[in-house]
């Protein structure tokens, strides 16, 4: 069984001090693991679909709990462009959740996925246009240090790497629902950050 290799997050040891570095990272993992599913067929496309829906759940959820709040506050014009950025996610989260319920072998599928895939990019370029740039500029060392560290406390919930046989797909049914695993990042974010859920 041969996997495409797709980049761990984590596997470039980035400094963990620098959130839109790490944001930016998530982003390029999430389209690797695009193509990997649009890529592969049978339990290899289950499988990385599995790590996609994972990875962008803890990664909306950070954006969400880190990104989003901050840039509120950060420049003029933000509300609104958080909204935007809001809208976008629920969008997205709905068409995930859409697209789970299907089989990956549905003749529906790869055109639903494809669908998302431009969705999420297209929200993804805004994020880091319209949000990043202003966060590297707005935000002290200290704030940066403390936003990455809630988003290596969401990163830590969905390992983007597969896992050798069936053991890990039982292990990621054991998981559970994408929106408990929402819940579980969003505590784990808090946590890191030092605020109590």
Not at 142 to 153: E, F, I, N, Q, T
């Given at each position: 069984m041969s996997h495409t290799h797709t980049p761990h997050a984590g596997d470039d040891n980035a400094a963990d001090t620098d959130v839109v570095t790490l944001l930016m990272r998530q982003h390029g993992d999430i389209r690797n693991l695009f193509d990997e599913v649009e890529a592969s067929t049978g339990e290899d496309r289950k499988d990385a679909f599995r790590r996609l829906v994972r990875l962008l759940a803890v990664h909306e959820t950070a954006e969400e709990e880190v990104v989003h709040p901050f840039a509120r506050r950060a420049f003029p014009g933000a509300e609104?462009?958080?909204?935007?950025?809001?809208?976008?996610?629920?969008?997205?989260?709905?068409?995930?959740?859409?697209?789970?319920?299907?089989?990956?072998?549905?003749?529906?599928?790869?055109?639903?996925?494809?669908?998302?895939?431009?969705?999420?990019?297209?929200?993804?370029?805004?994020?880091?246009?319209?949000?990043?740039?202003?966060?590297?500029?707005?935000?002290?060392?200290?704030?940066?240090?403390?936003?990455?560290?809630?988003?290596?406390?969401?990163?830590?919930?969905?390992?983007?790497?597969?896992?050798?046989?069936?053991?890990?797909?039982?292990?990621?049914?054991?998981?559970?629902?994408?929106?408990?695993?929402?819940?579980?990042t969003k505590d784990a974010v808090r946590k890191a950050m030092g605020k109590d859920g």
């Open positions: 609104e462009v958080v909204d935007e950025r809001l809208a976008e996610e629920h969008k997205a989260k709905e068409s995930l959740a859409a697209l789970e319920d299907l089989d990956t072998e549905d003749p529906g599928f790869l055109p639903r996925l494809r669908a998302l895939r431009e969705s999420v990019q297209t929200h993804a370029r805004a994020e880091e246009r319209y949000e990043f740039t202003h966060i590297r500029r707005s935000a002290d060392t200290a704030r940066l240090a403390s936003m990455a560290k809630g988003v290596k406390a969401a990163e830590a919930m969905a390992p983007t790497r597969p896992h050798p046989g069936v053991e890990s797909r039982a292990a990621n049914m054991a998981l559970g629902p994408v929106a408990a695993l929402m819940d579980r």
